[in-house]
């Protein structure tokens, strides 16, 4: 990582790279091969240092051309934090304060910008190549990196001190349903579960909160489609590291300046409905979508993946009862559950531990109604030991004895026979 940058290193930089953008246009910079750019700006510095008189050790004059590189077709400071592959998440709070996320702990970087401009700057380079827009009027934006990882920037005048980043990082690793178990997030026998569950072609729901890993175990589930399916994906910012040859991935579209555009998930969902999918993945449903995900479960869209945002399987009910409601359907109470029970096949409930660890605590496989209520029953969870030390978690994950319902009822496709 970097080391902490001096005064006058600051300053040096400063001068630099006010010199050098007026000397190179970022713009024709973005399309020129980065060898090329790299020796363009070592000889540009080379001469700002003579004819500014800058006395520079060649070390300092190497770290600050390859922070002027990394500012011209990067995310300037905080690029070196992209390529570390320990590092989750990178947190931007204003130009002088740099967290990461490293194993599920945050802690501070010494890295710096270069001043509130310099940040706000980075910001816009970001959006504009996502074709949207940050300013007083637009201040808040999700956009994308070339690397697929998720960023959301929002600045002055929501932001009060100054602009700031979050970037969820697009993790290379390729993370199979057994790699996690041997990881720990859970047992080879829900391993096993789960992959039956989606040669069955089971709908499964992800719940989930913030940074739990539920797009990584959409992953490591989807990896367990077969080739031969056509896969739609729908999300805000994709996220899916879909493996097979025959996936369509769509993407949401924000209004535009005009007010005009905004393309949603809803419409999205209901225009992928007309291109024959096998399966349907979308990415986090949160609103009047997910009635048009439910009767896509339940009319032949089988196989089908979500995530949600919720504390408990329980939870997760709740909320796609009060998402359906959302939706404006005017359904009954009654209806919206026979919707979902007919709908859904598993909960899947990951969580991100005290100790930084990401597990699955339960799964739970839904069991149809009973007098009003959605009926399930719980065929994994995570126990904990209460003997653990503070900030540890120690515990196993335990199988309840029941049998899943649809080891019985589809038994006849899974590659081999279940226990």
């Known amino acids: 990582l970097a080391h902490p940058i001096s005064a006058e290193h600051a300053g040096h930089r400063r001068v630099i790279r006010d010199a050098l953008f007026e000397q190179i246009d970022p713009l024709k910079a ?9 020796t ?9 240092c003579d004819e500014q008189r800058l006395q520079l050790a060649s070390q300092e004059e190497q770290a600050i051309a390859r922070q002027m590189l990394d500012e011209m077709v990067g995310v300037g400071p905080i690029e070196p934090l992209l390529h570390d592959d320990s590092v989750n998440d990178i947190l931007v709070n204003g130009a002088g304060q740099i967290f990461v996320e490293r194993f599920g702990k945050l802690e501070l970087t010494p890295i710096t910008f270069i001043d509130e401009e310099h940040v706000f700057n980075t910001a816009q380079r970001i959006a504009t190549r996502v074709g949207r827009r940050i300013d007083e009027a637009n201040p808040m934006v999700d956009a994308r990196l070339p690397d697929g990882s998720r960023v959301n920037v929002i600045t002055h005048p929501l932001a009060l001190d100054g602009t700031t980043i979050s970037i969820r990082k697009f993790m290379r690793r390729d993370l199979s349903l057994e790699s996690l178990a041997q990881r720990g997030a859970m047992s080879m026998d829900m391993a096993v579960l789960l992959r039956r569950a989606m040669e ?20 490591a589930l989807s990896q367990r489609i077969s080739p031969d399916e056509r896969i739609v ?14 996936v369509v991935r769509l993407e949401t579209r924000p209004e535009s300046a005009e007010g005009s555009g905004r393309i949603d998930q809803r419409d999205l969902l209901k ?35 979500c995530t949600v ?15 359906v409601m959302m939706a404006n359907m005017q359904l009954p109470l009654a209806a919206i559950r026979r919707q979902i ?26 069991c149809g109604m009973e007098e009003e209520v959605i009926q399930t029953q719980e065929l994994f969870a995570f126990r904990t030991h209460p003997s653990a030390h503070a900030g540890q978690v120690v515990g196993e994950h ?13 038994s006849h496709l899974f590659d081999t026979a279940p226990n």
């Open 233 to 246: 994906t729908i999300e805000d910012a994709a996220e899916l590291q879909l493996q097979q040859i025959h």
């Open 40 to 48: 363009q700006i070592d000889a540009l510095i080379r001469r700002i």
């Open 200 to 219: 069955a072609r089971l709908n499964v729901i992800v719940s989930g909160g913030t940074g739990a890993g539920k797009t990584t175990l959409l992953n």
């Open 30 to 38: 973005a399309v020129m091969p980065r060898e090329q750019l790299q």
């Open 341 to 366: 029970a007919s709908a859904v096949d598993l909960i899947v409930q990951i969580e991100r531990m005290r100790d930084g660890g990401r597990r699955l605590v339960s799964i739970v496989e839904v």
């Open 271 to 305: 225009n992928a409905l007309r291109m024959r999918p096998d399966r349907i993945i979308l990415g986090e449903v949160r609103g009047g979508e997910c009635f048009d995900m439910l009767q896509a479960m339940n009319t032949g869209h089988d196989g089908s993946l």
């Open 309 to 323: 945002h919720a504390n408990t399987p329980r939870d997760a009910l709740s909320r796609l009862e009060n998402m």
């Open 398 to 410: 335990q199988g309840s004895g029941l049998r899943p319902n649809f080891y019985t009822e589809k």
